[in-house]
């Protein structure tokens, strides 16, 4: 094997024969201190007691580097060198031919997975996957980042960045306790990089912990995976990033809804957009990865903007055809009013008297219908799931209702109003009442009757439903993919 040297913001890694020996540099920053001789024999030690439980036959110990008079001069992680070739980075990037790769994605999965399921738990760990918590290291990172602002990065991209993951966390307060009580916040690897992964024939090596800081290290096992995904997307591997996390949520059996997966992700990619600024000012060559990682960060955290849309028309103009047809598209779960105010009533699947305004469809039962509605939207929205809402939604009242349930879980709304010729709608209603299966009660009596009193909807982005489901669909994902009017 030749001889190397390889650095990063922190250390350099001399490589000699068949070891490697890490020297930690005599660097402080906002994060860490290693400016002295015992600082850095700390260090050393710990990083080697950690990196044990991953790798504990490539950590050897801690070497002592004297100079000429006996004296201590500094102290050296060693290592058992790994093969280049054998880099998960190396192999990404390479595309290895065959199924090596993914298997060995699969083996890290379950490996990490086998790691989380017996790593340290603990009230004080716990505190570190709360919402205070996340919302604190958010903003850490953004005070670190701000002073690279257009020297190196985009400074309007960072407060982007902030301003999507405070909005994120700030109405997911369920979700955070929801993984504590569920044990997935644990004392992790903290900094799991594909640099530092190597496919080995034996099982794959996962070495180089995060070991300054114990609670940089603590949080969601999800975050540790969402680590490696989001470097092996630096690498242009978005595919793999994929494969990764659906092994590790089979290896682990956890859940989560995807928004949360992207908020990890961009914050993992925030963080080593961070680092890279900082190498970027020791004069290493990484102010552009410091951007490409901010707008990984900043796409992440678009993508896991939580949002409810409110599908929303008079009897036969298509509404729950639509609703279901985002619901399908995008993966969200569908509440339909039909079924909410039939189940309130005890009589779920059940046909009603299609009275207008009387019985189950009075004032009493629809205010019901509503808050019902949006009180399960709520539950959703807080634990990360958008959702679509398929109601008439005629009344403005019920409407702010859902708005003021999306401002206090900081959830986007996007609101729809289907409409279609009266003639088509009649047709469409009468086609209906020959499904038995369908919970509408409503008839074209009652879709005239709710024309004459349903209130002004200027909010409502307008779906013609005249055409084919494919081009309402189009159109309605148009205006929901879209940033929403605030």
């Known amino acids: 094997m030749t001889a190397g040297v390889a650095e990063t913001h922190v250390s350099w890694v001399f490589f000699v024969g068949d070891h ?40 050897e110990g801690v070497a002592t580097v004297t100079g000429p008079d006996g004296r201590v001069c500094d102290h050296l992680v060693v290592m058992r060198r790994m093969p280049d070739d054998r880099r998960l980075a190396a192999l990404a990037v390479a595309g290895e031919p065959g199924g090596r790769l993914r ?68 109405g997911r307060g369920p979700l955070f306790e929801q993984r504590i009580a569920a044990g997935r916040v644990v004392d992790g690897h903290g900094d799991l990089l594909a640099d530092d992964v190597f496919c080995l024939d034996d099982g794959p090596r996962i070495l180089d912990c ?47 809804p995807t928004s949360l997966a992207d908020h990890h992700v961009a914050y993992r990619a925030q963080v080593r957009s961070k680092v890279a600024c900082l190498r970027a000012e020791q004069g290493e060559d990484t102010a552009g990865q410091a951007r490409t990682l901010l707008a990984i960060a900043r796409d992440h955290l678009r993508r ?82 958008s959702v679509v809402l398929d109601a008439s939604w005629t009344d403005e009242a019920h409407r702010e209702l859902a708005r003021a349930m999306a401002a206090g879980t900081a959830t986007d709304v996007f609101e729809l109003r289907c409409v279609a010729p009266a003639s088509v709608a009649a047709g469409r209603i009468e086609r209906r009442h020959r499904c038995t299966d369908d919970p509408s009660d409503a008839t074209p009596a009652i ?17 013609d439903t005249s055409g084919s489901l494919d081009e309402a669909l189009s159109d309605a994902l148009a205006v929901v993919v879209a940033p929403p009017a605030r």
């Open 210 to 256: 995060l070991e300054f800081d114990d609670g940089l290290r603590w949080g969601d096992g999800l975050a540790d995976a969402a680590f490696l995904a989001m470097d092996l997307e630096r690498l242009g591997r978005p595919d793999l990033a994929t494969v990764f996390l659906a092994a590790y949520k089979g290896a682990s059996g956890d859940s989560w």
């Open 304 to 385: 896991s903007a939580v949002r409810i849309v409110l599908v929303g028309g008079l009897p036969g103009t298509g509404k729950s055809t639509v609703a279901a047809g985002l619901g399908h598209h995008l993966g969200w779960p569908v509440l339909r009013s039909d079924v909410v105010r039939k189940e309130l009533a005890g009589m779920p699947g059940q046909p009603a008297e299609p009275a207008y305004r009387q019985g189950l469809y009075d004032a009493a039962s629809t205010e019901r219908t509503y808050r019902e509605l949006v009180a399960r939207a709520a539950a959703l929205t807080s634990s990360g799931r």
């Open 447 to 463: 879709a005239r009757a709710m024309s004459n009193d349903a209130e002004p909807w200027p909010r409502a982005a307008v779906v």
């Open 103 to 170: 298997r060995c994605l699969f083996d890290v999965a379950r490996r990490l997975a086998e790691f989380h399921a017996g790593a340290a738990r603990s009230a004080e760990i716990d505190a570190a996957g709360s919402q205070a918590a996340i919302a604190a290291r958010w903003l850490a990172n953004t005070a670190e980042l701000q002073p690279f602002g257009d020297a190196v990065v985009d400074a309007a991209m960072v407060d982007e960045v902030d301003g999507l993951a405070a909005r994120y966390v700030a």
């Open 20 to 59: 490697a020996y890490k020297l930690k540099k005599p660097v402080r920053t906002a994060f860490l201190d290693f400016s002295t001789v015992e600082a850095r024999r700390l260090d050393c030690e710990r990083e080697v007691e950690l990196n044990r439980r991953l790798a504990p036959d490539v950590y």
